[in-house]
């Protein structure tokens, strides 16, 4: 919800959560390794020790944050390993697919895993096909109000830019923002939880607990997430964004999400990131932070990304500004920080503004 709070985790949560790793087909074998750098001071790294040790396996701790874990999977070859898509990245961009090291069952959660990281580690075809046996990373979806994991694409379940299907214990619905009316297959709303492995409610923080566990007409309390997505008919979930990320532009609503994923898609494009900031005359605007593949001219480069999304992506979808930048801050979770990317712009059309006037 935007602040800092404690996570109340059960016993019953903790244990709910090691046993549906432990009977719910994770892959997992007696003395397999995983390579464990959550660190058990945040509620997510904790479950994860707790169903390491529940499900028999070596656990490989290391316990600092860190984003190249390369060398490491070199050294311990590891059959498990739950990372961000910050790993998966710089993986692949530093390192090269053809000097990967996987075990059997690699994950990545927290957020989207950009597509074009995705197609190209599981070697994806254009028309959307796969082989199953080439698949290097699974996605799952989780928060630390459920203990980490609430979905994940188990062997058998994959489809690609999925973020898996219900964990063992897990009950998973698509509402209406705000409410408790359920939505259909296929239809963008809130992805809420329930189940055993759903938190007791935050320390000492009954407001901000009523703001994500709400009790519906069914009876049950709902773990209100606050990601968008939809569920199709064999019950895979897809994550589109954030609500706090969704804004709107001249009274329609942007993703920015799908527009990230766009730009990310295009040949001259490494990674972009799309934040929506604020505007005097259209409410919010898109703008697009690119950092390209290698060194070009900016403008053919800016010209190259305007045109692709004018051609592709609704009107109020094209980004307002192209920032092109050599990397993106991060906070300590591997998560792009929007803060200070803020900052390093310099970027106040407000401001912007008042100055045009002031010269006029």
Known sequence: TGTSKGVCLTNENLNSIALEHLYGDMNFKPSDKMLDILIPSIGYGLSVMHYEGVCGLETILIPTLQSDIYPLLKKYKPDHFTGGPIHY???????????????????????????????????????????????????????????????????????????GIPLLYNTIGIFKPGTDEELSFNEDGEICVNGPTVMKGYLNNEKETNIVLKR???????????????????????????IKNIFMRKGFNVHPNSISNFISSLDIVDSAYVMGISH?????????????????????????????????????????????????????????????????????????????????
């Open 280 to 360: 005097p005359d259209e409410q919010m605007v898109p703008v697009a932070f690119v950092k390209l593949k290698e060194d070009m001219d900016l403008t053919t480069a800016e010209d190259i990304i305007n045109n692709n999304c004018s051609l592709f992506l609704e009107e109020t979808s094209i980004p307002y500004e192209i920032v092109f930048v050599s990397d993106f801050p991060r906070n300590l979770g591997g998560k792009i920080d929007n803060k200070k990317l803020l900052e390093i712009s310099g970027i106040d059309y407000y401001k912007s503004k008042e100055k045009g006037l002031k010269e006029l």
């Open 89 to 163: 990245e710089t993986l692949l961009n530093k390192h090269g697919i053809n000097n990967l090291i996987y075990g059997k069952n690699f994950v990545s959660g927290g957020a989207n895993l950009p597509e074009n990281i995705e197609k190209t580690l599981n070697k994806i075809n254009d028309d959307g096909t796969f082989d199953e046996n080439k698949i290097v990373v699974r996605q799952g979806l989780g928060c630390t109000e459920n203990g980490g994991a609430s979905t994940y694409l188990k062997k058998g379940t994959y489809k690609p830019y999925s973020v």
């Open 216 to 242: 519906h007409k069914d009876g049950k309390i709902w773990l209100h997430t606050m990601d968008i997505g939809y569920m199709d008919e064999d019950g895979r979930i897809f994550l589109k964004d954030r």
